[in-house]
C-alpha cells in the first residue's frame, strides 16, 4: 500500500485521538450513519490538499466510509499531525505527508496524491489554498506551451513547482491532460484558494466547476472566527511560553479570521491594536472598542503582531527592522507571503538563530531582535494543531 509518513507506529495513538474527534464532530458522523450503506461515492477517485491533522482523519475515513477512493496530502509542510497521517495510512488509505517538509518534498506529495493508480487522475479535489488545482491547471497549460514552466520563477518555491511539473513532463507525459478529462469538481476551503478561483475564472483559465466551501456561512463565521480565536493562542503559547497579559498585540486584518484573533488576544488581556484597509471592517473593529492604526504607526508599541489578511507583503522587512526588540510576528493567513520571509532571509546583516523546530530569532545589526514562528507560515497550525475539533 502506497504512503509516506513520518513513523507508521504513531498509528495507535492516532487512532485514540481519531475517536475523541469523531464524538466532536457529529455532523459527519451522521452522515456515515446516513449514507454508508448506500455509498453515494461508489467509484469515485478523491483527492484531498488538505491539513493532515485528527479532525482531517474524519473526514478522510467518511469519504473512505461513504465508498470513495481517497489519496491525501496536507496543504502547509508544518501542518501535519504525524499521528494522524500514520493512523490514517495504517487504515490502508494513501497518505502522504508529514511535519516538517521541504518545499520539493510538499510539491512532491501533492503530485502523488493527484496520481491514481493506472495514470488516472482524481474526480473530485478537496483544496485548501488551492495548490492541487494550481499544479493541475499549471501542468495542463504547459503540456499545451512548454514556456510556461521555463519562465524565472519568482521565488523558491515558485522554482520548486516549475521544476515539479517539468519532471513530470518528461516522466508521465500527458498526465495533466488524463486528470482534467477525469476531474468533475473542485471544492476550496479557505479565503486564499477562494481568491484564486476567481482570479482563475476571471481570466477564463478555471477548467472545471468550483465550489466556493469557504463562504458557506458554517465555514467562514465558524470555523474562521471561532477556530482562530483558540488556536491563535494555542500556537503562540506553545511557541514562546510568553504571558499574553499586558502586552500589547497588533492583528493585521479584521476579517472574520481577524476577529477571532482580536476577541482572543484581547480575553487573554492584551490591549489590540488592529490595522484594516476595508472602512467597514475597520468601523467594526472601532465598535468593538478595537484602536485601528496604520502597521507603520504601531510598530513602536507592539509585542506581538499577527497578520490575518489574505495579502501579501503585510509584514516587510523595514518593519522588521523597526520592531520592538523581542517582537513576535506570526501569520494566521494561508500563504507565508504575508510576512516578507524570503527577503528578510536574504537581508545582509540579519542572523538568523533557531530556537527549537518553528521557532527562530532574528537578530538585526542595531542589536534588536523579533521571533518569528513557523517560519511565516500559518502560526496555528506549525506550532499547535490547529483548529480544535
Given amino acids: 500500500m502506497e504512503y509516506k509518513i513520518k513513523d507508521i507506529s504513531f498509528a495507535d495513538f492516532g487512532r485514540r485521538e481519531i475517536e475523541i474527534a469523531e464524538k466532536e464532530m457529529p455532523g459527519l458522523m451522521a452522515i456515515r450513519k446516513r449514507y454508508a450503506d448506500s455509498k453515494p461515492l461508489k467509484g469515485a477517485r478523491i483527492t484531498g490538499s488538505l491539513h493532515m491533522t485528527i479532525q482531517t482523519a474524519v473526514l478522510i475515513e467518511t469519504l473512505v466510509e461513504l465508498g470513495a477512493d481517497v489519496r491525501w496530502a496536507s496543504c502547509n509542510i508544518f501542518s ?74 519568482a521565488n523558491h518555491e515558485e522554482a520548486v513547482i516549475l521544476s515539479t511539473i517539468r519532471e513530470l513532463l518528461k516522466s508521465e507525459p500527458g498526465k495533466w491532460h488524463t486528470a482534467v478529462e477525469d476531474l468533475k469538481g473542485i471544492s476550496e476551503e479557505t479565503t486564499t484558494g477562494v481568491h484564486r478561483l476567481y482570479q482563475m475564472m476571471e481570466k477564463g483559465e478555471l477548467l472545471v466547476p468550483a465550489i466556493n466551501v469557504n463562504d458557506s456561512v458554517t465555514k467562514s463565521k ?19 511560553d510568553v504571558m499574553i497579559a499586558g502586552k500589547v498585540v497588533l492583528v493585521c486584518g479584521y476579517g472574520d479570521v481577524g476577529k477571532g484573533c482580536a476577541k482572543s488576544m484581547r480575553s487573554y488581556g492584551a490591549r489590540v491594536i488592529v490595522t484594516e484597509i476595508d472602512p467597514i471592517c475597520a468601523l467594526q473593529a472601532s465598535m468593538e472598542g478595537f484602536e485601528v492604526k496604520t502597521v507603520e504607526d504601531a510598530l513602536d508599541e507592539a509585542n506581538i503582531i499577527v497578520t490575518a489578511t489574505g495579502n501579501r507583503d503585510i509584514i516587510t522587512v523595514t518593519h522588521m527592522e523597526k520592531m520592538k526588540d523581542q517582537a513576535i510576528v506570526c501569520n494566521i493567513g494561508h500563504f507565508d507571503n504575508e510576512i516578507q520571509m524570503d527577503q528578510l532571509n536574504a537581508t545582509v546583516g540579519v542572523e538568523r538563530i533557531n530556537i527549537k523546530p518553528q521557532v527562530d530569532k532574528y537578530r538585526f545589526p542595531d542589536g534588536h531582535s ?10 496555528n497550525l506549525g506550532c499547535a494543531t490547529g483548529h480544535p475539533s
Avoid at 370 to 379: K, P, S
Fill in 370 to 379: 523579533i521571533f518569528i514562528l513557523a517560519e511565516g507560515r500559518l502560526v
Fill in 222 to 240: 465558524f470555523d474562521n472566527l471561532y477556530g482562530c480565536r483558540e488556536s491563535l493562542a494555542d500556537g503562540i503559547k506553545r511557541a514562546t
Fill in 80 to 153: 501535519t499531525q504525524d499521528h494522524a497521517a500514520a493512523a490514517i495510512a495504517a487504515a490502508g488509505i494513501p497518505v502522504f505527508a508529514w511535519k516538517g517538509e521541504t518545499l520539493e518534498e510538499y510539491w512532491w506529495c501533492t503530485a502523488q496524491a493527484l496520481s491514481f493508480p493506472g495514470g488516472r487522475g482524481p474526480n473530485l479535489i478537496v483544496d485548501d489554498g488551492g495548490d492541487a488545482t494550481l499544479l493541475v491547471h499549471l501542468g495542463y497549460k504547459a503540456e499545451n506551451d512548454i514556456s510556461v514552466v521555463e519562465k524565472k520563477p
